[in-house]
């Protein structure tokens, strides 16, 4: 039902989350991440909202119930697996609490000056990620 690369390039991390089969370049594995993802559409149109699943409960209470946890319950109601890239990876940052970058993010969303949204964020990341590389 879904699938993504790996996070911040922690193949091993993937791998151990998987059920430990692979098909092609991709770990199988129950779960799922709304940090980057590839679905079909439809499936999310589907009534697949309102599933419950002991293992889900493992969100944080205070955050109700996440769009990351509902999909979550309804695929392991459901028993479909998600997959994992076993090549591409995404860097994965949380906004730190006094970056000007969030706060701008949803200045431009609500001016709805998409372009520079990808533009801001595309500079953003590739500061960060020669960041890490001068860290190596």
Known sequence: M???P???HCFNGAKKESIGEKTGNFYIG???SDQCYLVRT???KAKIYDYSHPISKRYPKYGGELFEKRIDSFMRSKGRLHLTSTKETYIHKNFPKKNLFKPVTLILLKLKWHYLIKYCRMRY???MF???LTRI
């Open 125 to 127: 990341y590739s500061n």
């Open 42 to 44: 439809a499936d999310f």
């Open 30 to 32: 129950y779960g799922f």
């Open 6 to 8: 790996t996070w911040n």
């Open 130 to 132: 020669k960041q890490l």
């Open 2 to 4: 879904s699938q993504n």
